[in-house]
């Protein structure tokens, strides 16, 4: 029987994950948790049926969760319940959409959803909680720390470095073997052709610091 599988965060990120568990066959989605102030009852069909403070009981039920709260610049609210969840004890399995590739020479850690027509090839590492949205590429080499968010067709070309934290824009492309630093944020459409400096924000072709992040 297929494991039944708790959605945290309700928002837009949150529709496109069930499409991609929905997708993976694998789990049952028992429902969602979203923010106590939000208004709905279901999403896409799904229940809402708490808050975050349900997490330690639904673990002891046996449930396991996806982070599906979204990440535009900070990630900070997703690494906070990634580790709410694992200092519990729960389960956060990697999740692959029916319609993505990842090469079997690739390794994904815990919470990590990999999602439709995304390709991740071979050698490839990426840590826990990302999120390597709709067809991304994460080419062979690359690594990815833990909480980054890649968006919507974005290219991380060979033997890039991404630090924690990261945001990567969509339809960027990172020229092979460049080094993003941790907590960056690299706009939509920006083309990375060097290594960055930690704690700014990158924008243009090619990339340019345009601001210090406020954290
Ligand atoms: C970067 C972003 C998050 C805006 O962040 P922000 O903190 O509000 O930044 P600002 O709007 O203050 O912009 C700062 C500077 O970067 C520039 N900039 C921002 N986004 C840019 C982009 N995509 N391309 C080129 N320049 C950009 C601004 O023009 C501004 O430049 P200036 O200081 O020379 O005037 C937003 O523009 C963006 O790219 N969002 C990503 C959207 C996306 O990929 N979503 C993925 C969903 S899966």
Redesign the pocket.
């Known amino acids: 029987m297929n494991k039944q599988i708790i959605i945290v965060g309700g928002g837009g990120?949150c529709k496109s994950v069930i499409e991609v568990i929905e997708s993976s066959k694998l789990y049952l989605i028992k429902g969602i948790l979203n923010k106590a102030e939000a208004a709905e009852k279901e999403v896409c069909g799904y229940p809402v049926i708490g808050t975050d403070h349900e997490i330690p009981r639904l673990i002891a039920e046996g449930y396991c969760f996806h982070i599906a709260v979204?990440h535009?610049?900070n990630g900070e609210a997703r690494k906070t319940l990634f580790n709410r969840i694992q200092d519990a004890g729960g389960e956060m399995p990697v999740i692959v959409a029916s319609t993505a590739t990842v090469s079997s020479r690739a390794t994904l850690a815990q919470g990590t959803i990999i999602m439709h027509r995304a390709f991740v090839n071979a050698d490839a590492q990426i840590g826990f909680n990302c999120?390597i949205?709709?067809g991304a590429v994460i080419e062979h080499d690359a690594y990815i720390d833990n909480h980054c968010?890649i968006?919507?067709g974005?290219y991380v070309n060979g033997a890039c470095k991404i630090g924690e934290l990261t945001?990567?824009?969509?339809?960027?492309v990172l020229v092979q073997g460049v080094e993003v630093a941790a907590g960056n944020?690299?706009?939509?459409?920006?083309v990375v052709t060097q290594s960055t400096k930690p704690g700014y924000?990158?924008?243009?072709?090619p990339a340019?610091p345009?601001?210090q992040?406020a954290r």
């Open positions: 990120h979204g535009i610049k999120i949205n709709t968010h968006s919507t974005a945001f990567i824009g969509s339809s960027s944020v690299i706009a939509a459409g920006t924000l990158y924008a243009g072709i340019q345009k601001k992040i």
